[in-house]
């Protein structure tokens, strides 16, 4: 059996991997990724303290959260790939205010 705390290191990991991504690149998917990537770790944590305190509130909020992730993922791609086709770039530097 592991060890919860070895659960939370990588969630935290993970998570400030994710922080960091977001903060220094400047390539739109890579920061969506990003995004999606501190999801992840924040799902990783509920569900190890759901398995420490044996109660399913935390994996029921997962689901939660992969469902918005899924409806993010979706409607972010759209906006990415319309901005791309407009700007020809995907360096957010040069898509400011969405204006053409």
Avoid: C
Wanted: charged fraction near 10%; aromatic fraction near 12%; hydrophobic fraction near 65%.
């Amino acid at each position: 059996m592991v060890p919860t705390h070895y659960y939370v290191i990588l969630s935290a990991i993970l998570f400030g991997l994710g922080v960091i991504a977001f903060i220094f690149k400047r390539n739109i998917i890579t920061i969506f990724m990003s995004i999606e990537l501190m999801l992840n770790a924040v799902n990783l944590a509920f569900v190890a303290f759901s398995q420490v305190w044996h109660r399913l509130d935390g994996q029921v909020f997962v689901l939660f959260v992969i469902v918005v992730a899924a409806a993010e993922a979706a409607v972010g791609l759209g906006i990415i790939i319309m901005i791309t086709r407009n700007r020809k770039t995907l360096n957010v530097e040069d898509v400011n205010l969405l204006k053409l």
